[in-house]
């Protein structure tokens, strides 16, 4: 049973739009991720949020953004999507970097 | 940095044949080491996890034995099925503040 949440599911976009994908899990877990998938299936770690703090991956560019209002939700926004961006966008959670649990994904196409 | 290596990319098999899927690991630490399992419009989700040294952790007939001396955790299953069919993952997570780190995946094909 998913306990993590995303939307949208897809999302079709062209080069240099904002995008925003939205992450909530009904865990109580205290830390939240970001992971990109390429179409080699790689999990890349974006970021991670945990009591406030944000841990970024030096590799995101900073077109990247997270945005939290809690710990239960995570969001992900893009200023300017690029065409390597298209890719699945993963959210998951966990206490403090056990076991995660991943959403079931967000895919964004660039065009 | 810390870092989980598959080597297998692709495994193609028949039903009831044995599979083994290699992980090897680089910590700084003592890691939690984990398997999971994707299937395709699912996010990954997990198989088992083991965090000392000779622990085996199982489940769905799939097994690995944490082996901190060859720092390796290796899937194995001696018979798969079609079911089976998905991408699976190795990964390590340390008790600190960095993510969990993930291997490249090994997609396995498993024909009936």
């Known amino acids: 049973e998913t306990a993590v949440f995303q939307t949208p599911n897809y999302h079709v976009t062209q080069v240099g739009n904002e995008v925003s994908f939205n992450c909530k899990q009904t865990?109580?877990?205290?830390?939240m991720y970001w992971y990109k998938q390429d179409s080699k299936k790689l999990l890349k770690i974006m970021f991670s949020?945990?009591?406030?703090?944000?841990?970024v991956n030096e590799t995101v560019p900073r077109r990247f953004s997270p945005q939290s209002s809690d710990k239960a939700h995570l969001n992900l926004r893009i200023k300017s999507v690029e065409p390597e961006d298209s890719a699945v966008y993963l959210c998951?959670?966990?206490?403090?970097?056990?076991?995660?649990?991943f959403g079931k994904g967000t895919r964004l196409t660039v065009v | 940095g810390d870092s989980v290596t598959q080597t297998e990319g692709q495994v193609a098999l028949s039903e009831e044949d044995f599979l083994t899927i290699h992980c090897n690991y680089s910590?700084?630490?003592?890691?939690?080491l984990f398997w999971y399992v994707q299937y395709p419009g699912e996010g990954p989700q997990l198989l088992f996890r083991?965090?000392?040294?000779?622990e085996k952790g199982s489940s769905r007939g799939f097994e690995a034995t944490y082996d901190k001396g060859t720092t390796s955790f290796h899937l194995r299953k001696a018979s798969v099925q079609e079911s089976d069919s998905a991408v699976y993952y190795c990964?390590?997570?340390?008790?600190?503040?960095?993510?969990?780190?993930f291997g490249a995946g090994t997609k396995l094909s498993v024909k009936p």
């Open positions: 865990l109580g877990h205290d830390t």
């Open positions: 998951a959670s966990s206490f403090s970097n056990t076991e995660v649990f």
């Open positions: 910590a700084s630490g003592y890691p939690t």
């Open positions: 083991a965090s000392r040294d000779k």
């Open positions: 949020y945990n009591n406030k703090q944000l841990i």
């Open positions: 990964a390590l997570s340390l008790n600190n503040n960095n993510a969990p780190r």
